[in-house]
């Protein structure tokens, strides 16, 4: 068995992290079996060089390896691609096709991004590993395949099956064995060391002397949270090769590679439940401004009661100086400074603070009045129908036309009024 050391050699992987390098040692312990390997992590950690280790230090590294981003296959043609279709099985079936299982047959197949398979192809693909059978896509034979899948995915598999993005019973079937790599910004000791690989690869490459980071380029180095891990430390590493004239990098020629990922404070996030200040709707917003005017207007139907019997006096002012504040909030501090000075508005004449039985006095002819008797319906369309003979002269069908009405309702209603 190869040591760790060694399959890093081989495959040029880069680090010393005890995270990675416990990732690899499971890779080799399994590599000899059939059993199937699930590979997580974050996009960009490098998942792809951990099916390429079990391949070739298993007993079918003779065979065939194929790798399939299932990610990058389109929903209507996936089951075709992995399974294969025979002649005329949909429209542009011209010749029958032999599908990656297929072809992969004493060998070994990675699934790339299985995380995005649709639900139909998750059951075919189920049945694969559970008896090694298959059908192609417009068949009714069953085949048989003897290969070894590895599957990767940058999902979280469980937030997955909850939401039936994903079969339960196919995960626990993928992952026998799961290896997990650590995002990049868990190996802090690694970053810097990767830099420098890329950066003289790239020297190479492009022919040109290698960059170098100085001491504060460095921290800033360490510091990023890299979020695109390798692939993204990678990419920062080819764009100041190629585009820096000085080889000697700074922390501020640095940051500008960097995009500006925000402040690193921790956040709340993934809350399910709602606060009860947390409106759904704006529905909800209006009751509430609503109910709230309600109880404004009536805490000052309250203290304008309570003036008009007691007066604007001293005592007044103090009992109600938490409810004056209450409906002249601290919006309104700028035109009243204190609760004496806001009740200046609620100041009444002293001639107008009368008791109740005289304002009842005051106000008593307001019984007296009659109300104006209404006109009734009938009344008001005789009026109409008088109103517009005489302006068309007795012409009852431009009366009835001007009326809104046919000419023999009209004559029926002058019938009824003996007009």
């Not at 951990?50 to 065979?63: D, V």
Request: with cysteine; net charge negative.
């Amino acid at each position: 068995m190869e040591s760790v050391h060694a399959i890093k050699q081989r495959f040029g992987i880069i680090g010393d992290d005890p995270k990675l390098n416990r990732s690899i040692e499971k890779a080799i312990q399994v590599a000899p079996t059939d059993i199937s390997v699930l590979v997580t992590g974050e996009s960009g950690v490098g998942k792809e060089s951990i099916p390429r280790i079990i391949h070739s230090l298993s007993h079918r590294k003779h065979n065939k390896y194929i790798a399939v981003n299932c990610g990058a296959i389109p929903e209507g043609t996936i089951d075709s691609e992995l399974f294969g279709h025979e002649k005329g099985a949909f429209t542009g079936a011209t010749s029958t096709r032999s599908g990656y299982f297929e072809e992969a047959d004493g060998g070994t197949i990675f699934l790339d991004e299985v995380g995005e398979l649709p639900l139909p192809t998750q059951v075919r693909l189920l049945r694969v590993l559970e008896n090694g059978e298959f059908l192609k896509v417009g068949s009714s034979k069953t085949q048989k395949t003897d290969v070894r899948i590895v599957a990767a995915t940058n999902v979280k598999m469980f937030d997955a099956i909850q939401k039936e993005r994903f079969r339960e019973d196919l995960y626990y079937r993928l992952s026998t064995v799961e290896i997990n790599l650590p995002p990049l910004r868990d190996r802090k000791n690694d970053i810097h060391l990767l830099f420098r690989k890329f950066a003289s690869d790239f020297a190479n490459k492009y022919k040109m002397p290698t960059i170098r980071l100085d001491d504060d380029a460095v921290n800033v180095l360490l510091k990023f949270r890299w979020s695109g891990n390798i692939r993204q430390l990678r990419n920062v590493a080819e764009q100041i090769s190629v585009l820096e004239q000085t080889r000697q990098i700074s922390a501020e020629k640095l940051r500008a590679y960097l995009p500006d990922t925000g402040s690193n404070l921790p956040a709340v996030v993934g809350q399910t439940k709602k606060s009860e200040s947390d409106f759904s709707s704006e529905r909800e917003i209006l009751y509430k401004v609503l109910f709230d005017m309600k109880s404004d207007l009536n805490d000052l139907k309250k203290l304008t009661l309570e003036l008009m019997e007691n007066g604007n006096n001293a005592s007044v002012k103090e009992e109600n100086k938490s409810l004056i504040k209450k409906i002249y909030s601290e919006d309104d501090s700028d035109a009243y400074e204190s609760a004496e000075d806001i009740t200046e508005v609620l100041q009444l004449p002293e001639e107008s603070v009368v008791s109740n039985s005289q304002m009842a006095d005051k106000y008593h002819f307001a019984e007296d009045v009659e109300e104006e008797e209404t006109l009734s319906l009938q009344e008001k369309e005789l009026e109409l129908i008088e109103k517009s003979l005489e302006r068309h002269s007795g012409k009852r069908k431009a009366a009835a036309k001007e009326l809104g009405i046919s000419e023999r309702t009209l004559y029926r209603k002058i019938k009824q009024y003996d007009l």
